[in-house]
């Protein structure tokens, strides 16, 4: 299919104009409609085949293309779902052609959550699919190398642009101190000084030296950091909106968000929690005016785009199920009004919602003045512009299909999981692995497993067994909700059972991914071998089990005792509980 740029005579259409008096060109001609449209940055679906959804979707995505294109001039959309390099690209192209029929002709600016390693939650990030997979960040941090940062999202930038995705709703820097969390697998770790090191790398890796054509703008969240949620609990659900801070370590977690703001990061994400306690106003950081005015702009001097987290305004049906605005603090207030005290806040967008009514009729009545808008579109508009999607939104088809997924991306990413790999126990020398001993493996791909050593289905029969688990959680019988695994780290009684009857029965690698710090100390104790893995594959948990490759990773955050301990301990202070199983930084050679 060929496309061709739109080229007029209006200045805002010439690219050797600058970009700020583009912007003002075309601010001027924008109706308020229009105006409203930029202000909403909300989700979309498409087809397999790469073709627009239109009617819409009963889970995640309820709205269609075409309306809110042409008829809302919404033009700031986050891809839900995975799918093929190829059909991505020609959505793309499809929607940015969609874009160019509009009064102005404004293009669309894509996004996207994670989507490089091993996490599948609709809410918050996609399994890598087609993209090279590597580890979570998690694994990054575990090898605390700002370098290998860079290359990894360097990496994700070139994969990005082939499809055409100019914003990433990355990367998380929040700190893991509260070990129950559930959003840890995303960040950096609990180290804050770390943590600011490798923003820096992996903004410069997504945006270059300067934001410019070949950038993916960075979406920094979650603004002041997420990681003090009280009991762990996630804030997209009201149970878990309070964020605390009993320890008195509010401004460690603001460490990397000033690194990120140093780095020169294009854009920033508040978090839906509510601070309790503080001299805060107890509101939702998206509409809380002494956070994201008075501190990210006027304290911290940020003047890029704040986009709120998605939902602050309109309660919303997610598989079927009714869940409040989580505009915390303010539940009790019109949706208009919730919207006005979120640019009262000083953000710019509002993430997941389309409601452009209520921005209309916030301006018609006189509570929010048409300027205030434009200070926000001023914003908005200038990075379509310095990202080049006003002279050419469109991108090679064939060109996305070699680009992502490419050997040499995919090598990186696999040989970046083996890296990361977190060697905590190794009894009496058990690893490496020689020669092809008999295997008893659990929640490993067999077919994988047998080029390593011969297969038995009975754990007394073998020489070795391999078991891979996932860090515990408690299951919520919201549908949305089971997506955030929060709650216990610890095993039952019942789950234990088996596990530690293998680990009495055969010498035992267990692995062990920790998407949150799991409390394991009978297993700990028991396995011949403990591995901490943070997305890698049973083929690179084997090629380092057998020596074919080093296992180089710290732990990121520490393993807890027991969930006395948990319970016990500061959410706001990293590695704050008492006697850990393992320390922050545990991790051997083999």
């Not at 003002?24 to 085949?49: I, N, S, V, Y």
């Not at 996004?111 to 990030?125: E, I, L, Q, W, Y």
């Not at 055409?164 to 950096?188: C, K, M, N």
């Amino acid at each position: 299919m060929h496309f061709t740029v739109r080229n007029e005579s209006h200045p805002y259409q010439n690219p050797d104009l600058p970009a700020d008096a583009r912007v003002e060109d075309l601010l001027g001609r924008m109706t308020l409609a229009e105006k409203a449209g930029q202000l909403f940055h909300t989700m979309l679906a498409m087809h397999p085949d790469g073709t627009t959804v239109e009617q819409g979707d009963a889970g995640m995505v309820p709205l269609a293309t075409t309306p809110l294109l042409q008829s809302q001039y919404l033009t700031h959309f986050n891809l839900m779902g995975t799918y093929e390099p190829q059909a991505m690209a020609r959505w793309n192209n499809t929607v940015q052609a969609m874009a160019t029929e509009t009064r102005l002709g404004i293009p669309v600016t894509l996004s996207t959550d994670p989507r490089h390693a091993f996490t599948d939650n609709v809410g918050a990030s996609f399994n890598a699919g087609a993209f090279s997979a590597w580890p979570e960040p998690l694994g990054l941090a575990a090898l605390r190398d700002p370098q290998l940062v860079y290359e990894f999202a360097d990496t994700v930038r070139r994969e990005y642009l082939a499809v055409g995705f100019r914003v990433a709703l990355h990367p998380q820097i929040d700190l893991a101190s509260e070990p129950r969390w559930s959003r840890q697998s995303g960040t950096f770790g609990s180290d804050a000084a770390l943590t600011s090191k490798l923003v820096r790398a992996y903004i410069r890796g997504l945006q270059g030296d300067a934001l410019g054509k070949r950038s993916v703008s960075a979406m920094v969240k979650h603004f002041p950091g997420g990681g003090p949620q009280k009991d762990g609990e996630d804030p997209h659900f009201a149970h878990g909106k309070e964020q605390i801070y009993p320890g008195g370590m509010r401004d460690l977690h603001l460490e990397p968000f000033k690194a990120a703001i140093a780095a020169g990061c294009a854009q920033m994400m508040p978090y839906y929690g509510q601070p309790i306690g503080t001299d805060w106003e107890e509101v939702g950081f998206g509409a809380n005016k002494g956070v994201v005015q008075g501190l990210l702009r006027d304290k911290l001097g940020f003047d890029g785009i704040v986009c709120t987290d998605w939902g602050l305004i309109t309660d919303a049906e997610i598989f079927g199920e009714m869940h409040p605005a989580r505009a915390w603090g303010l539940e009790s207030l019109p949706e208009a009004e919730k919207a006005a005290r979120v640019l009262d806040a000083g953000c710019d967008q509002f993430g997941g919602e389309s409601r452009t009514d209520l921005i209309i009729e916030l301006v018609e009545s006189g509570r929010i003045p048409e300027s205030r808008l434009d200070q926000s579109l001023r914003r908005i508009l200038r990075e379509k512009f310095v990202l080049g999607l006003f002279d050419d939104p469109y991108v090679d088809e064939d060109r996305a299909a070699e680009t992502v997924g490419r050997a040499d991306f995919t090598e990186a990413g696999a040989r970046t999981q083996r890296r990361s790999l977190t060697l905590l126990k190794n009894a009496d020398g058990a690893l490496p692995v020689t020669g092809r001993p008999t295997l008893y493996v659990e929640n490993l791909d067999h077919e994988v497993a047998g080029a390593y050593g011969q297969l038995t289905d009975s754990p007394e029969t073998a020489d070795l067994a391999v078991l891979r688990l996932r860090t515990p959680y408690e299951p919520r019988p919201n549908k949305f909700e089971s997506f955030f695994h929060s709650g216990t780290l610890a095993f039952t009684d019942e789950e234990l059972k088996p596990i530690l009857a293998l680990l009495d029965t055969v010498p035992t690698v267990v692995c062990i991914n920790l998407e949150r710090a799991a409390v394991i100390p009978e297993i700990a104790e028991r396995a011949a071998v403990l591995i901490a893995d943070y997305g890698a594959s049973d083929a690179v948990l084997l090629d380092v089990m057998y020596g074919r490759a080093r296992p180089e990773g710290r732990l990121p955050f520490e393993l807890p005792r027991s969930m006395e301990a948990v319970e016990a301990s500061r959410p706001d202070v990293p590695n704050d509980t008492e006697n850990p199983l393992f320390p922050h930084g545990a991790g051997m050679a083999f």
